[in-house]
């Protein structure tokens, strides 16, 4: 379906949702099935203020569906490209940028991955602690997914000294990372800032302007977050836009409205800002396009790494 009124789309989007709590989703929406376990939701919202938040929920268990990650390349650990471009190449059906990286700002070509990633069982990069603590947690959690496409929040080994390792049983098989968990158990958990109040805090003031009176994670801005349910079954990508259309978010409104309205249980926090990108196959022409506007260019930001999604057309759902 690619529209509908909006009392037909909010029982479309209640229908998709796991059984449990009763969830609160905006009336200004889009929802288009797009192929066989894949649904893409738009919010459109004017207030409090303007927003357009993209969400693709993704059911793991759906025939043939199957993620994958940018692969290691170049001297670095990879080379940089539009998410647009990787999902294209590959032929998959969705897509959203995934870690953060550096150099940044850069007009380099290749870029050194932050955080666990791995693409179809190659582990090139590891947990580490980041240069940007004032955004990034150290040793920061990462979504993997084994080789049957489970999914799980994985953290690092114990007295691990490699940082290639997970806490967690399973292979790592697809890994991404971002810059913090968001949504602990269906709880938002936002890093704080070490200093008075905070002795533990996962986070140090940087950049001259970031501190416990201004979070990095306050910011109005685009976003990008991953997440799953409570029984890991469905995936849920959301991506909010920077634009004339919409003002952004800060991470701790985005992991409510994830919590709320998709009842996902356990999130990341991945790049954003001009790196946040979400792309498709438009299932109506086989054509590939970006669905948000991207702050940074029009064919979006070269990224180190993406996330893209296979599925199968509807037509052949047996």
């Given at each position: 379906m690619r529209s509908a009124s909006w009392r037909a789309a909010l029982a479309l989007v209640i229908a998709l949702l796991p059984a449990g709590p009763s969830a609160s989703v905006a009336p200004a929406i889009r929802v288009v099935d797009a192929y066989q376990g894949v649904r893409y939701v738009e919010h459109l919202e004017t207030d409090p203020r303007p927003l357009r938040l993209h969400v693709a929920r993704i059911d793991l268990r759906a025939p043939g569906l199957r993620v994958k990650v940018s692969p290691p390349a170049g001297g670095r650990e990879t080379v940089r490209e539009p998410t647009l471009a990787f999902v294209r190449r590959e032929g998959a059906q969705l897509g959203v940028n995934a870690h953060f990286f550096l150099p940044f700002p850069s007009v380099d070509a290749e870029a050194w991955v932050i955080g666990l990633a791995a693409s179809e069982g190659v582990?090139?990069?590891?947990?580490?602690?980041?240069?940007?603590?004032?955004?990034?947690?150290?040793?920061?959690?990462?979504?993997?997914?084994?080789?049957?496409q489970r999914a799980r929040i994985v953290h690092r080994a114990r007295g691990d000294g490699t940082?290639?390792?997970?806490?967690?049983?399973?292979?790592?098989?697809?890994?991404?990372?971002?810059?913090?968990?968001?949504?602990?158990?269906?709880?938002?958990?936002?890093p704080t800032y070490r200093g008075d109040g905070h002795p533990r805090g996962a986070l140090l003031p940087g950049l001259g302007r970031y501190d416990t009176g201004r979070s990095w994670y306050d910011v109005y801005t685009a976003r990008t977050a991953a997440g799953l349910?409570?029984?890991?079954?469905?995936?849920?990508l959301a991506v909010v836009e920077r634009s004339p259309a919409s003002d952004g978010l800060p991470v701790g409104d985005l992991a409510t409205r994830l919590v709320r309205d998709y009842s996902v249980w356990d999130a990341i926090n991945l790049d954003g800002g001009g790196s946040s990108t979400m792309v498709w196959q438009d299932p109506a022409t086989g054509a590939?396009?970006?669905?948000?506007?991207?702050?940074?260019?029009?064919?979006?930001?070269?990224?180190?790494?993406?996330?893209?999604?296979?599925?199968?057309?509807?037509?052949?759902q047996r």
């Open positions: 582990v090139y990069s590891a947990f580490e602690s980041p240069e940007q603590s004032f955004a990034l947690v150290p040793d920061a959690p990462a979504l993997r997914f084994d080789r049957r940082g290639l390792r997970v806490r967690e049983r399973g292979a790592v098989w697809n890994a991404v990372a971002g810059s913090a968990q968001i949504v602990t158990a269906g709880v938002v958990t936002i349910s409570r029984d890991r079954r469905w995936l849920t590939h396009a970006l669905l948000n506007t991207s702050s940074d260019s029009a064919g979006g930001r070269r990224v180190a790494t993406s996330l893209a999604v296979f599925a199968r057309p509807r037509s052949t």
